[in-house]
């Protein structure tokens, strides 16, 4: 009589080997159900989530379980969570700070060159300068011709010419409206 290993690796009985079947952490899966509830606009900015003991009763997941889905939530900025009397987990927009923290950890942790960095911001301006072009006001333009200003007054020393050269460059971005492209500028800005 062959034992079930046997019986599943055996090619002359049709079967197939199985791999390793792998499963979910169950903190990663109300993580990630939180997470679709809070992008489908079901959990709204500000908006506070069941506290600890509630989600355990109502997920059956332990407490370690809902305390680390909680926990990956807020190192992705989706929550904010405080402790205390009038605490718990609230929704929240994700600030610019999220983008530019994993951007920047990508740019350092696959050690980006000036070269490739300045290649993205030059990319970038040309759709930046477009979106200037459509969506700037008054107060924009009165803000490039103080930067404008800025960068020809400062011309003698490097160090006060090349910071009014970026924030001329920043204030383009700002006038394009496009927040992903502020983000990204931003973090192309302080890593160059």
């Known amino acids: 009589m062959q034992d079930a290993q046997s019986l599943s ?13 792998s499963v979910p952490k169950a903190s990663d899966v109300l993580a990630e159900a939180l997470r679709t509830r809070i992008r489908a606009g079901e959990l709204s900015d500000g908006q506070s989530l069941p506290t600890e003991r509630e989600l355990v009763l109502q997920t059956g997941l332990s407490r370690a379980s809902v305390r680390e889905a909680l926990r990956i939530l807020e190192v992705e900025g989706l929550i904010e969570t405080r402790v205390g009397r009038s605490g718990g987990s609230r929704v929240r927009r994700p600030a610019g700070r999220e983008l530019s923290r994993h951007l920047d950890l990508f740019i350092w942790g696959r050690n980006v060159g000036l070269e490739e960095l300045t290649e993205v911001r030059e990319a970038l301006e040309t ?29 003698d020393d490097l160090e006060r010419y090349l910071a009014a050269n970026l924030a001329w460059h920043m204030a383009v971005v700002r006038a394009s409206r496009n927040d992903l492209l502020i983000g990204f500028m931003e973090v192309l800005a302080n890593a160059i």
């Open 9 to 21: 690796t055996d090619p002359s009985r049709g079967a197939l080997p199985l791999g390793r079947v």
């Open 127 to 155: 759709v930046a300068a477009q979106g200037a072009a459509r969506r700037r006001t008054d107060a924009d333009i009165a803000e490039l011709t103080a930067r404008t200003v800025a960068v020809e007054a400062n011309v």
